[in-house]
T-cell receptor, first 110, second 117 residues
Framework: DQQVKQNSPSLSVQEGRISILNCDYT??????FLWYKKYPAEGPTFLISISSIKDKNEDGRFTVFLNKSAKHLSLHIVPSQPGDSAVYFC?????????FGTGTRLTIIP | EAQVTQNPRYLITVTGKKLTVTCSQN?????MSWYRQDPGLGLRQIYY???????DKGDVPEGYKVSRKEKRNFPLILESPSPNQTSLYFC????????????????FGAGSRLTVL
């Protein structure tokens, strides 16, 4: 039972455009959501998070939106840069345990 | 430098030969966890520990053991590895925070790629 789903395994975006990565969840007990970024041969690194008491959180070029009624969150990257090419995992948490999605491979085309 | 260190980074072994993947963190984190990453399945939690001598099963614990005798170390033990344990393994650690004002922001190691023949 996949409680956190990333339905797009891959996404290609032109450099300078907006990248939108999506994530859906099923467990209404999740109250904190995170995005991690992973480069090849490295461990995932934390990117941005949002708590369930907010619907938007920004950090530079990265913005995460949370729609609790739809159980959906999205990560917007604007403008997209070549260094953003990586695998992105969303994760959700009701407590100390994080549940991860399957990941989306983002490729930025120069 | 704050980090999580895993060893070995790469290992090829044979079915049934016991192996241990070590994990050490230097951030005084209470929480440590092991994940495996497989194509199409994302990161799945194997075991986690909220403090010394406190460990619990994650989503896919079968075939694995862990121990937490010291705060900084959290080794993953495969007593009798099988080919279905061929995977990329990540150790991670964090401070222990829960609830809508914070959650585990995990720091991950670089990964250990294990192949069981």
């Amino acid at each position: 039972d996949q409680q956190v789903k990333q339905n797009s395994p891959s996404l290609s975006v032109q450099e300078g455009r907006i990248s939108i990565l999506n994530c859906d969840y099923t467990n209404s007990m999740f109250d904190y959501f995170l995005w991690y970024k992973k480069y090849p041969a490295e461990g995932p690194t934390f990117l941005i998070s949002i708590s369930s008491i907010k619907d938007k959180n920004e950090d530079g070029r990265f913005t995460v939106f949370l729609n609790k009624s739809a159980k959906h969150l999205s990560l917007h990257i604007v403008p997209s840069q070549p260094g953003d090419s990586a695998v992105y995992f969303c994760a959700a948490s009701p407590n100390e345990k994080l549940t991860f999605g399957t990941g989306t491979r983002l490729t930025i085309i120069p | 430098e704050a980090q999580v260190t895993q060893n070995p980074r790469y290992l090829i072994t044979v079915t049934g030969k016991k192996l241990t993947v070590t994990c050490s963190q230097n951030m005084n984190h209470e929480y440590m966890s092991w994940y495996r990453q497989d194509p199409g399945l994302g990161l799945r939690q194997i075991y986690y520990s909220m403090n010394v001598e406190v460990t619990d099963k994650g989503d896919v614990p079968e075939g694995y053991k862990v121990s937490r005798k010291e705060k900084r170390n959290f080794p993953l033990i495969l007593e009798s590895p099988s080919p279905n344990q061929t995977s990329l393994y990540f150790c991670a650690s964090s401070l222990l925070q829960t609830g809508p004002l914070g959650a585990n922001v995990l720091t991950f190691g670089a990964g250990s790629r294990l192949t069981v023949l």
